[in-house]
């Protein structure tokens, strides 16, 4: 028999999702027909606009003509979305050459291991999305399972009200593969230019390399904030970012992303990053669809990028409804992430998921499942109809609004602060 990779062993099963699945099918056994309110999961739920539709229409009609029918395209990705992203995302900040196309950010983040020889030590923002964890620990970074879902040898920065989520990095190695994501999911925060400026300068003083996720950076609202690592001087010798068209104009089904790759940024032997992502990605990568492709570069023109503002301000106007909802609590998140992270009364967050779930048929996500430090916070996720989230807003309301709570919350958040 052929023997089993042991860093997949490692991984166990994905208990978050797992156990939510699982919680909700029971309920939904013992009271059948029950509607739930799902703010638990972190996909978009309105529809792609018209003219993106309508270009990835055209893309599929010419597949279907001899004439214009094509095949594999350009390894890397399409020129002119390259182009593109180059112009309207990062304001000619990186080239088009540096930009490689992806079928989405988690798909990229998982082939991104590759890059790295197996001791390089990794640290995570906690909480943080799952998948970087997950990535490295299938890529063998590093020792075993502990309790509670956190693994030996990864360094879990906590992020915290008390911390303004900004993680402690003083006391990494140096050489270490530091995830940063931002807007972060979960907790709805985003890195200041401040606080990023200082990561960068410690990753360049200190040989770390910065992975950075801005998934979610289309829902930033305001200048003064960072929408990318590259808005940062000096971060091209020491970050890739990765990025995503899901959350920004609903691709969460049609997969495309990107990760930019700058030509700057070498290994410690010196050698070049760009040159062996270029030879990763065309050993193990075929060039995302042509279909979303062509999406994507019509999200990219005028009437897509007006149509990703009213998205994404539809979704904002969701997070604030709910903000609004439960303001007497102390809430994070929400105004440039799609994400409110609530800190909670109780200090399991699985016992305030199952109390949301069984009273007012509400699924949210537990914040211990994006990391220890995810403990005692709920995540609330914005993707929703707007008429579930007035619904979920009026039942939140009726059970995490007890008088004797708001008060509860708010001393412990005046100590916090
Ligand atoms: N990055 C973050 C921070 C996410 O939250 C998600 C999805 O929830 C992804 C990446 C996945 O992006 P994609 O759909 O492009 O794989």
Same mark, same amino acid.
């Given at each position: 028999?052929?023997?089993?990779?042991?860093?997949?062993?490692?991984?166990?099963?994905?208990?978050?999702?797992?156990?939510?699945?699982?919680?909700?099918?029971?309920?939904? %056994?013992?009271?059948?027909?029950?509607?739930?309110?799902?703010?638990?999961?972190?996909?978009? !739920?309105?529809?792609?606009?018209?003219?993106?539709?309508?270009?990835?229409?055209?893309?599929?009609?010419?597949?279907?003509?001899?004439?214009?029918?094509?095949?594999?395209?350009? !390894?890397?990705?399409?020129?002119?979305?390259?182009?593109?992203?180059?112009?309207?995302?990062?304001?000619?900040?990186?080239?088009?050459? %540096?930009?490689?196309?992806?079928?989405?950010?988690?798909?990229?983040?998982?082939?991104?291991?590759?890059?790295?020889?197996?001791?390089?030590?990794?640290?995570?923002? +906690?909480?943080?999305?799952?998948?970087?964890?997950?990535?490295?620990? @299938?890529?063998?970074?590093?020792?075993?399972?502990?309790?509670? $879902?956190?693994?030996?040898?990864?360094?879990?920065?906590?992020?915290?009200?008390?911390?303004?989520?900004?993680? +402690?990095?003083?006391?990494?190695?140096?050489?270490?593969?530091?995830?940063?994501?931002?807007?972060?999911?979960?907790? $709805?925060?985003?890195?200041?230019?401040?606080?990023?400026?200082?990561?960068?300068?410690?990753?360049?003083?200190?040989?770390?390399?910065?992975?950075?996720?801005?998934?979610?950076?289309?829902?930033?609202?305001?200048?003064?904030?960072?929408?990318?690592?590259?808005?940062?001087?000096?971060?091209?010798?020491?970050?890739?970012?990765?990025?995503?068209?899901?959350?920004?104009?609903?691709?969460?089904?049609?997969?495309?992303?990107?990760?930019?790759?700058?030509?700057?940024? !070498?290994?410690?032997?010196?050698?070049?990053?760009?040159?062996?992502?270029?030879?990763?990605?065309?050993?193990?990568?075929?060039?995302?669809?042509?279909?979303?492709?062509? $999406?994507?570069?019509?999200?990219?023109?005028?009437? $897509?990028?007006?149509?990703?503002?009213?998205?994404?301000?539809?979704? @904002?106007?969701?997070?604030? @409804?709910?903000?609004?909802? @439960?303001?007497?609590?102390?809430?994070?998140?929400?105004?440039?992430?799609?994400?409110?992270?609530?800190?909670?009364?109780?200090?399991?967050?699985?016992?305030?998921?199952? !109390?949301?779930?069984?009273?007012?048929?509400?699924?949210?996500?537990?914040?211990?499942?994006?990391?220890?430090?995810?403990?005692?916070?709920?995540?609330?996720?914005?993707?929703?109809?707007?008429?579930?989230?007035?619904?979920?807003?009026?039942?939140?309301?009726?059970?995490?609004?007890?008088?004797?709570?708001?008060?509860?919350?708010?001393?412990?958040?005046?100590?916090?602060?």
């Amino acid at each position: 028999m052929v023997e089993r990779n042991a860093d997949v062993a490692k991984m166990g099963r994905n208990y978050l999702f797992h156990e939510i699945a699982k919680r909700k099918k029971a309920l939904l %056994e013992k009271e059948p027909g029950t509607r739930l309110i799902n703010l638990g999961i972190g996909d978009t !739920t309105e529809p792609i606009p018209p003219s993106v539709v309508e270009a990835m229409r055209e893309a599929a009609s010419r597949l279907g003509s001899k004439k214009t029918y094509t095949g594999y395209g350009e !390894t890397h990705g399409k020129w002119l979305l390259r182009e593109k992203i180059s112009e309207v995302i990062y304001n000619s900040k990186v080239s088009p050459d %540096e930009i490689f196309i992806s079928d989405g950010a988690k798909c990229d983040v998982g082939r991104m291991q590759l890059l790295f020889s197996r001791n390089v030590p990794v640290a995570l923002q +906690d909480p943080v999305y799952p998948a970087y964890m997950g990535a490295s620990v @299938l890529s063998g970074k590093t020792g075993g399972a502990q309790d509670g $879902g956190s693994y030996e040898g990864i360094h879990y920065l906590p992020c915290t009200p008390e911390n303004g989520f900004t993680p +402690d990095v003083t006391t990494l190695p140096p050489g270490t593969l530091l995830y940063l994501c931002s807007p972060n999911n979960p907790t $709805g925060t985003v890195l200041t230019r401040d606080q990023l400026t200082r990561l960068v300068h410690f990753a360049r003083e200190n040989r770390c390399f910065l992975l950075f996720d801005s998934a979610y950076a289309a829902f930033i609202q305001s200048e003064e904030l960072p929408r990318s690592i590259y808005e940062i001087e000096g971060a091209q010798e020491v970050a890739i970012e990765t990025s995503s068209f899901s959350k920004r104009i609903g691709f969460t089904g049609v997969r495309l992303g990107w990760s930019v790759v700058p030509h700057k940024l !070498t290994f410690a032997d010196g050698s070049s990053v760009w040159k062996d992502w270029s030879t990763l990605t065309s050993t193990l990568f075929n060039e995302a669809s042509n279909i979303a492709q062509a $999406g994507g570069i019509a999200a990219l023109e005028k009437e $897509g990028l007006a149509s990703q503002r009213k998205l994404i301000a539809f979704y @904002l106007e969701n997070a604030r @409804l709910l903000r609004e909802a @439960l303001s007497p609590l102390p809430c994070y998140g929400g105004e440039h992430a799609p994400f409110l992270w609530l800190p909670l009364r109780s200090k399991s967050s699985w016992e305030t998921f199952e !109390t949301l779930l069984e009273k007012a048929k509400i699924v949210t996500t537990p914040g211990v499942g994006f990391g220890p430090s995810g403990e005692g916070f709920i995540r609330i996720s914005a993707f929703a109809s707007r008429s579930d989230i007035h619904k979920a807003s009026t039942l939140l309301q009726h059970i995490l609004l007890q008088k004797a709570d708001v008060e509860v919350f708010k001393n412990r958040e005046q100590q916090r602060t």
